[in-house]
């Protein structure tokens, strides 16, 4: 029986690379800030914007919002524990769950009416679960979420995403996030972490880019609040599809996660 179903799941996966000339992939987010917000002997520096152009701007389709409510805080934590007391349950675990649905439901799927970088409504989104589970701790807060589909190229023809979560509860967390493949795939990226104060002035900074339409785009950053830059983080890290991967700050954070998809197909009957 468990032969069986593996078969099914190893010629399923085959007939998707048959029928699809290019692999995408699902990418989902997590914007996490870590709580208490207590004093840190730590220094950190002062945050230097980058200014990017060409870039991809997200489309702003609606993203179904997630109760993100946190308990009190938990003033005996320690940042470098954040994950550890998270328990994320294992993909396969799931299939063997729902070994009676549908093999094709199982698979992230590229509606035919919607485009790549376009935020998914989060009928494909896979980490529900995980934001349910953060949600239910005392020591860190979700500020955001983002999930959409794109191709992933190698490194010279791949896209810079501007991301972006906008301001919940005081904060806000955006920057920019690079997909690309070598051998392995890999994700390059620097987040920002700023906080709402209407007393203090924001001078603009502007980044070009294009829509999902290919229009040319400008964007002031700071266009629509007067916030302060408090931190920033970096990180370029090798990764594998369906794992989940942390950009980590003692102060905030952002959980990646890819995974292959398709794109949805014809079906011959309704040809």
């Not at 730590?42 to 230097?48: A, H, Q, T």
């Not at 550890?84 to 675990?93: G, T, V």
Request: charged share 30%.
């Amino acid at each position: 029986m468990k032969f069986s179903y593996a078969f099914k799941i190893i010629c399923l996966i085959y007939s998707l690379n048959i029928f699809s000339q290019e692999q995408i992939y699902l990418v989902d987010l997590i914007f996490l800030k870590y709580l208490p917000d207590d004093v840190s002997e730590e220094n950190f520096l002062v945050p230097s914007l980058e200014k990017k152009d060409n870039v991809i701007f997200l489309s702003q389709f609606p993203y179904p919002e997630i109760e993100i409510s946190p308990l009190p805080l938990n003033l005996n934590y320690e940042y470098q524990d954040l994950f550890l007391s998270i328990k994320f349950e294992d993909d396969l675990d799931s299939i063997e769950r729902e070994e009676d649905s549908n093999l094709l439901d199982l698979i992230p799927t590229l509606n035919k009416k919607k485009s790549e970088f376009e935020v998914d409504s989060a009928r494909n989104f896979t980490l529900s679960d995980e934001v349910k589970k953060i949600a239910r701790s005392r020591d860190f807060r979700v500020i955001g979420t983002k999930s959409w589909f794109q191709k992933i190229q190698d490194i010279n023809n791949s896209e810079t995403v501007f991301i972006d979560t906008d301001f919940f509860k005081g904060n806000r967390i955006f920057g920019y996030l690079k997909l690309y493949k070598e051998r392995f795939l890999h994700f390059s990226s620097t987040i920002y972490l700023s906080e709402e104060d209407p007393f203090f002035e924001t001078n603009p900074h502007i980044i070009k880019g294009k829509s999902i339409n290919n229009d040319e785009l400008e964007l002031n950053i700071f266009e629509n609040k007067n916030q302060i830059l408090l931190y920033e983080v970096s990180q370029e890290k090798k990764l594998r599809s369906g794992e989940l991967h942390y950009v980590d700050h003692p102060k905030f954070g952002m959980l990646v996660k890819l995974t292959k998809a398709q794109r949805e197909l014809t079906s011959l009957g309704n040809e």
